[in-house]
């Protein structure tokens, strides 16, 4: 399910795992926007009427719930400034993602558009702490504000 999107799949991984952390029990129960012949026979609804990209029980309450994407305030820089994240945490965590159970790390980032290199820097060492942290104890690492979550995958 949400296959068809990995931004989706990538976001709902991310969130469901953050309340898991919490606590929360969090099962994927179906896509409607994939199979609305599922969803018109479950709810009776008309197809195209129940247009979401997941069904979701969190607590054992369903749930549905709609990804979108929007352009960042300045998003013309954002190709520039997802590259050069990529390229410096690749370059910061190489040595981590040997010690990764999993042998990788997932790591969710704030593109820095618009900042300066020393505040770009010193953003993509706080990140890379927790990358490490993570790739050292194999568990979800949470971060405040900026940098949100590290984790292996």
Known sequence: MLAVSPQELSAFR???????ADGTRVALLGSPDYEEDRYQQLYGVARGVLTVD???SIASEDWFVDHT???????????AAIRAAKEELHRQLAS?????????LRITVTPQI??????R??????LAVFGR???TTGQ?????GEHRYSGYR
């Open 96 to 104: 981590a993602v040997l010690q990764s159970p999993t042998g990788g």
């Open 140 to 144: 979800p690492v949470y971060g405040l």
């Open 133 to 135: 942290q993570a790739a």
């Open 54 to 56: 997941a069904h979701v």
């Open 69 to 79: 994407m929007l352009r960042a305030p300045g998003g013309g820089g954002l190709p």
């Open 114 to 119: 618009g900042k300066k290199a020393k505040e």
């Open 14 to 20: 991310t969130w469901a795992t953050a309340l898991e």
């Open 121 to 126: 820097q010193r953003y993509f060492e706080r």
